[in-house]
Antibody, heavy 116, light 107 residues
Framework: QEHLVQSGAEVKKPGSSVKVSCKASGDTFRSYAITWVRQAPGQGLEWMGA????????TYAKQLQGRVTFTADASTTTVYMELRYLRSEDAAVYYC?????????WGEGTPVTVSS | DIQMTQSPSSLSASVGDRVTITCRAS??????LNWYRQEAGKPPKLLISAASTLQSGVPSRFGGGGSGTDFTLTISSLQPEDFATYYC?????????FGQGTKVENK
């Protein structure tokens, strides 16, 4: 059964950066887009954008453009999400998910705490 | 951006009840509408894609309908694992917005 393996919880200071990884199988990496979604504590789901790993082509949510970058490493079939200039409101669980028209496989989530 | 509005925001129901959740898009999205269920502390799970296509392994008590701007998710007989939060999401255009969620609670 396909699954996505995410990196562990992070604690970051305001103004710093975080980089979350999402390891996929080779088939998923080659054949699907990977979408990033975040969820602040007690809140709903927020679409952050998506990457097509084989083309390293990405789309980003407007409110995050300039602060977020998705990258992909074909040698390890891993996708990364880096968010810079962290603010308190970036504290959330970050999910990667397979697909962009619909997301049928999800990672377990990576909690990111932003605190001074 | 396309706004997705779910109603109700929460509801109380009992095991065996029939439950219907509505999702409305701010402009037409054809059938580019997905439904997810999220149990507490877990990632979302895809239930239905393309407005009415039940995902493999999802019980037949879940059904989806609608097109254009108005969509529904129906649970024909609520089960204990269905006490969760449900989200609709449009995939017609970027950004792929989600509804605000509907929390189904045990009466």
């Amino acid at each position: 059964q396909e699954h996505l393996v995410q990196s562990g919880a992070e604690v970051k200071k305001p103004g710093s950066s975080v980089k979350v990884s999402c390891k996929a199988s080779g088939d998923t990496f080659r054949s699907y887009a990977i979408t990033w979604v975040r969820q602040a504590p007690g809140q709903g789901l927020e679409w952050m954008g998506a990457i097509i790993p084989t083309y390293t082509r990405s789309t980003y949510a407007k409110q995050l453009q300039g602060r977020v970058t998705f990258t992909a490493d074909a040698s390890t079939t891993t996708v990364y999400m880096e968010l810079r200039y962290l603010r308190s409101e970036d504290a959330a669980v970050y999910y990667c998910a397979r697909g962009d028209v619909y997301m049928d496989v999800w990672g377990e989530g990576t909690p990111v705490t932003v605190s001074s | 951006d396309i706004q997705m509005t779910q109603s109700p925001s929460s509801l109380s129901a009992s095991v065996g009840d029939r439950v219907t959740i509505t999702c409305r898009a701010s402009q037409t999205i054809s059938s580019y509408l997905n439904w997810y269920r999220q149990e507490a502390g877990k990632p979302p799970k895809l239930l239905i894609s393309a407005a009415s296509t039940l995902q493999s392994g999802v019980p037949s008590r879940f059904g989806g309908g609608g097109s254009g701007t108005d969509f529904t998710l129906t649970i024909s007989s609520l089960q204990p694992e269905d006490f969760a939060t449900y989200y609709c999401q449009q995939s017609y255009s970027d950004p792929r917005t989600f509804g605000q969620g509907t929390k189904v609670e045990n009466k």
